[in-house]
């Protein structure tokens, strides 16, 4: 049996599991007897193979009845080791004073941490109210069996979430810099200009594409969208990709393409942002076609009680102000803020998805003490 007051030591068990998206390998069984030991109830809910997709292992927890009910929400599944470790990256390997491991920052560790405070919370004292994780195992990929199929089986359920932390890497550099307590909005475009192919040396009889495309990428480029808000910082637009594949020189082609991302602070939203893009786009004019994907919108969590109980944890443990930000890219938060206030709050990012992803030992404890603390707040005040 695991010894869960020890943050580490669950940590480098559920490192062992090779969960690479959609893979559960193992880790939410550990996850789910750890919780069972600890009285919890564990609601495995599969999804993905009723659309024809791969089948996605999450898990739903609860241990008590009342209210609040108060959620900690994470993932388990990670992305691929990459080549280039200087430790095997599923070993879960102590080297000095970090713990290496994919998955170590992004987010098994933080998972840990919070069972270890559940653990230390319950051999303390009675408490009031429910605790309860919601732990998805398509975080890391395109995110449609996870987080946002379980809040949907939650509310089929009758089941309701007071408050939540996301336990998603938040500080840049040391443990209690920044809460996060909103995120951009994202945007995927995908331009195709039409045009009409022709002899290089009559340029007068064909419509070149590329010229088109380049001005309509100048007009959507050339002024910032805005200058931010009070929580967030400017929105930007970022070209990804260039597209003609021609490789004849003395032909204009048909067609060329082009792609680029959005992130958006809430001066927008994505339907807005696709209005002001079709306009900007047509003052060019000529033939395109135009696919719009939003991700997800711009979203924040007005600063309240849950953010100060978790500001004040943090001062407690690690002598920090932390900062209430919204950088960074998207995060489940987008779905739970439906349905509940939700921050995010977890290890430092600085090696999260890299070779050699480690966390510091220290701030796996502190990580824990925090997340004790707040449960202490919340559920005894």
């Known amino acids: 049996m695991i010894q869960l007051r020890d943050p580490l030591i669950l940590a480098q068990n559920l490192i062992r599991c090779r969960s690479v998206t959609p893979e559960n390998n193992g880790v939410l069984e550990i996850l789910e007897e750890a919780l069972i030991t600890l009285g919890f109830q564990c609601n495995r809910l599969n999804f993905g193979a009723d659309f024809g997709r791969s089948s996605i292992a999450n898990l739903y927890a609860r241990r008590g009845l009342g209210k609040p009910n108060f959620c900690f929400a994470g993932h388990t599944d990670v992305v691929p080791e990459g080549d280039g470790w200087t430790v095997p990256a599923f070993e879960g390997r102590v080297v000095g004073d970090y713990l290496y491991g994919r998955g170590a ?64 890497p938040t500080n840049p550099h040391h443990l209690g810099e920044m809460i996060k307590i909103g995120r951009r909005g994202s945007l995927n475009g995908h331009l195709r200009v039409l045009g009409t192919q022709g002899h290089v040396a009559y340029p007068h009889l064909v419509e070149n594409p590329i010229t088109r495309l380049l001005a309509m990428l100048q007009v959507i480029t050339s002024k910032p969208l805005d200058g931010g808000s009070t929580y967030f910082q400017p929105s930007t637009l970022v070209l990804t990709s260039i597209d003609v594949g021609n490789k004849i020189t003395n032909i204009t082609p048909s067609q060329a393409y082009a792609t680029f991302n959005i992130r958006f602070n809430n001066n927008h939203s994505g339907a807005s942002l696709e209005q002001w893009l079709r306009q900007s786009l047509n ?99």
């Open 105 to 168: 920052i992004d987010m098994k560790g933080a998972i840990a941490c919070f069972v270890s405070a559940v653990a230390r919370l319950l051999s303390e004292d009675t408490f009031i109210g429910s605790i309860s994780l919601l732990i998805t195992g398509d975080e890391e990929g395109c995110g449609l069996d996870g987080t946002i199929r379980a809040l949907d089986w939650l509310v089929e359920q009758e089941e309701k979430l007071d408050a939540c932390i996301l336990g998603e």
């Open 283 to 381: 003052e060019v004019g000529g033939i395109y076609e135009l696919d719009i994907d939003i991700i997800g919108e711009s979203f924040i969590t007005t600063p309240g009680y849950l953010c100060e109980v978790l500001s004040k944890a943090i001062t407690k443990i690690t002598g920090r102000i932390p900062n209430l930000g919204t950088t960074g890219g998207i995060s489940d938060a987008r779905f739970i803020r439906k349905m509940c206030p939700v921050v995010e709050f977890g290890l430092v990012g600085q090696t999260m998805h890299q070779i050699n992803e480690r966390v510091l030992l220290t701030d796996l404890e502190d990580l824990t003490n925090i997340y004790l603390n707040v449960l202490n707040t919340i559920l005894r005040d």
